[in-house]
Nanobody, 128 residues
Framework: QLQLVESGGGLVQPGGSLTLSCTTS????????IGWFRQAPGKEREGVSC??????????YYEDSLKGRFTISRDSSKNTVDLEVNNLSPEDTAVYYC???????????????????WGQGTQVTVSS
């Protein structure tokens, strides 16, 4: 059974950093494009970053406004996809989710509608 479990969220002060982890099981991570998304209260879920499959060269993508602060990486030996987030601001407060696309699709997308499998999310709260 394909599963994704997010961890690493919490309360952090403005300017701080976090590393969120997406731990996967039940499938070969290299064969699935993985995305990170977030949803703030009262807002729609939005794409943050994603990474292609190994056949898609593992290319990474970021939402334009987040480039430079977010870094996505995959460790296939640990079955994890991490999202490092730096210089956090209160506007980054949200539930962060990871998701996997269909196995036949090598390329990732930043649109939530393109993903078939989701984790339960991890809360990130940025506040002083």
């Amino acid at each position: 059974q394909l599963q994704l479990v997010e961890s690493g969220g919490g309360l952090v002060q403005p300017g701080g950093s976090l590393t969120l982890s997406c731990t996967t099981s039940g499938f070969t991570l290299d064969d699935y494009a993985i995305g990170w998304f977030r949803q703030a209260p009262g807002k729609e879920r939005e794409g943050v970053s994603c990474i292609n499959t190994s056949r898609g060269y593992g290319t990474t993508y970021y939402e334009d406004s987040l480039k430079g602060r977010f870094t996505i990486s995959r460790d296939s030996s640990k079955n994890t996809v991490d999202l490092e987030v730096n210089n956090l601001s209160p506007e980054d407060t949200a539930v962060y989710y990871c998701a996997a696309r269909n196995v036949r699709l090598n390329l990732c997308r930043l649109s939530p509608e393109q993903y078939d499998f989701w984790g339960q999310g991890t809360q990130v709260t940025v506040s002083s």
